[in-house]
């Protein structure tokens, strides 16, 4: 007797390791580790997920009609053109799934998000990374590597975990050079943090073209990590597929009030910007007087990148945080063993994490 098989291109996924929120002995860890929101959730979201708690008897709204409003009025786009999931992830997902499978190509860049190739795997497709120009998606690698088989290709703008981001003008220059029969994704998880003028989330190529979807995520500025919600915006056809393949209640009753209530909670938005606004600089600032290497980022973390010399690796810096009860992001699994990435969280936090890192580095051979 043999026992049933997955479909090959799953067994060769290395399963996605999220950031650690324990260490061993501290009670409570300064976790910088996830990119979550450093401000807590917004109390109107948690009080419409408490009130939702008395209905959870009941089947959700399957085609979350109220939230798809809200996002609608939020955004500037049309409720109609919008689909939501449990988290982005399963968008990202659901897209594989439904527009790549054996013997295609899904297209990503060098230090993109991980789960565009374990999505591609997941249905048999391969992954394929473009170089990199500066830690920054590059428009002409990605474009070289087009190929007959390309079915997608995923872009996270700006990118986890570099944080750098493509222009406008450059995100048109990839559409333009793409074949139509390509779909685009341009992830938009950081959108709302990345305040550089020549940034746009793609709504617009959404609308003016029908191969491109923008997706977006209520786990970043709404800080919603924990209730899985994810929104895309996408053409009709594409919606009309999304419909069909993903489940009927994908995305549960109190995850909708939460995500309407903040939505609508501008104020608590606007807070959650401003934090991020006023310590993205000071933190990056902080980071490079110590000599470390650190790309101007568009979302609410830091890559940061360690010389290597004298014991000041990545490694020795995450177990001296470590030892201070401060919990980053090894990057190996990147493929940027040297760095760490470190979330934009409360500002004590991160004033923590600077002493630290100050210590480390100017330490004698980084430890202590
Ligand atoms: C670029 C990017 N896309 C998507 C996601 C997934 O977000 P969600 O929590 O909505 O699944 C993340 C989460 O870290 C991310 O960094």
Known sequence: MSAPAPRPGILTITPYVGGESRLPGIENPVKLSSNEGALGPSPRAVDAYRAAADAVHRYPDGHAVALREAIAE???????????????????????????????????????????????????????????????????????????????????????????????????????????????????????????????PGIDLVEATDNTVMTRTFSKIFALSGLRLGWCHAPPHVVDVLNRIRGPFNVSGPAQAAGEAAVRDEAFFA???????????????????????????????????????????????????????????????????????????????LEACADALTAFMEGGHGVS
């Open 271 to 349: 807070e959650s910007q401003q934090h991020n606004a006023a310590w993205r600089p000071w933190f990056t600032a902080k980071l490079r007087g110590l000599g470390l290497d650190v790309p101007d980022s568009g979302g609410n973390f830091v890559l940061a990148r360690f010389p290597g010399t004298n014991g000041r690796t990545a490694e020795a810096a995450d177990a001296f945080l470590r030892g201070r009860g401060i919990i980053a992001r090894r990057m190996g699994s990147y493929g940027l063993p040297d760095s760490l990435r470190i979330t934009i969280g409360a500002g004590p936090d």
């Open 74 to 200: 939020r955004f500037h786009v049309r409720a109609e053109q919008v689909v939501c999931g449990a988290g982005s992830d399963e968008l990202l997902a659901l897209l594989a799934q439904a527009y790549a499978g054996p013997g295609d190509e899904v297209l990503h860049s060098e230090h993109g998000f991980l789960m565009y190739p374990i999505a591609a795997r997941a249905v048999d497709a391969t992954p394929v990374a473009a170089p990199e120009a500066n830690l920054t998606a590059d428009v002409d690698a990605l474009l070289a590597r087009v190929s007959d088989r390309t079915r997608i290709v995923y872009l996270a703008n700006p990118n986890n975990p570099t944080g750098t981001w493509l222009s406008r003008a450059e995100l048109g220059r990839l559409r333009a050079g793409l074949p139509d029969h390509v779909l685009l994704v341009l992830d938009a998880a950081y959108a709302e943090f990345a305040d550089a003028p020549d940034y746009s």
